[in-house]
């Protein structure tokens, strides 16, 4: 089969086709006397586990990783259990991250309830955000102290 009907029974672009053979994912095919691409029925097996490997949350090199053991003629799943393990880790320390996000903005939230919209005078920002939080033990915290949240990581803390 030609790239354009692989591509159409994978559910993938021609480019995405092209781009995978140019980073190992998927094997050059063979060439056709007029030097068309010639793709067996096992690209679309491979195509297939690598979208189901994307939707688990793995990188294209951790999947290129996996289906080099395979072609070595290797087991890959315990290689594989190792990669899941990590992801599971970060995603649950990401949870762990988002969940004390979410307090601190719902505790401002509920904050800009009581502050009076007349003593915001700062010309540089808003009380409702620069105010220090007071936590349910009566802890007062600054920005500083609190959550950062890591699309913002790069802005400075004072």
């Known amino acids: 089969m030609q790239i354009g009907e692989l591509a159409r029974t994978a559910g993938v672009t021609t480019k995405t086709i092209r781009y995978y053979e140019s980073i190992g994912v ?3 095919p063979e060439r056709t006397g007029s030097g ?10 491979r195509l297939e586990f690598v979208r189901q490997a ?13 289906l080099e053991i395979k072609d070595d003629g290797g087991q890959a799943c315990q ?9 599971l880790a970060e995603l649950d320390a990401r949870i762990v991250e988002l969940e004390a996000a979410r ?6 939230y509920e ?4 502050l009076d919209p007349a003593e915001c005078t700062g010309a540089n920002g808003c009380q409702i955000i620069t105010e220090p939080l ?12 609190r959550v950062s949240n890591p699309r913002h990581s790069s802005r400075v803390e004072a």
Do not use: C, K, N
């Open 111 to 114: 904050r800009a309830g009581s």
């Open 36 to 45: 068309y691409r010639s793709y067996g029925p096992g690209a679309i097996e």
């Open 26 to 28: 998927l094997d050059e």
């Open 134 to 145: 007071v936590s349910a033990s009566g802890e007062t915290r600054r920005r500083s102290e």
């Open 103 to 108: 307090d601190e903005l719902r505790a401002m």
């Open 54 to 66: 994307q939707s688990s949350g793995l990188a294209l090199a951790e999947i290129r990783s996996i």
């Open 79 to 87: 290689h594989t259990t190792a990669l899941l393990g990590r992801h």
